[in-house]
């Protein structure tokens, strides 16, 4: 599943989204690691998002947690790991 299908963003955007809106919840992106810097430290830095066709890509994280996918800033209600 595309976040293009997801969320509306752009077709080029192929990061994977979970399923979990049939559920009440709102989709999430799947976050396979942090540097050392982000993930609730309050410190900018960067993590590694999977993609749709199983690849990875290193992203920036704010110091809210928020990801930067596609142009967009996520917060953490969009992620997991």
Known sequence: MTVAR????????????????????????YISRF??????SGTAGFCTVVCFDGSKERIPMD???RV????????RAHWTH
């Open 35 to 40: 540097d050392n810097t982000s993930c609730c």
């Open 68 to 75: 930067f996918i596609a142009g967009l800033w996520f917060s």
């Open 6 to 29: 997801e969320t509306g963003l752009p077709s080029s955007a192929m990061f994977m989204a979970l399923p979990s809106s049939a559920q009440g919840r709102p989709w999430k992106f």
């Open 63 to 65: 110091p809210r947690d």
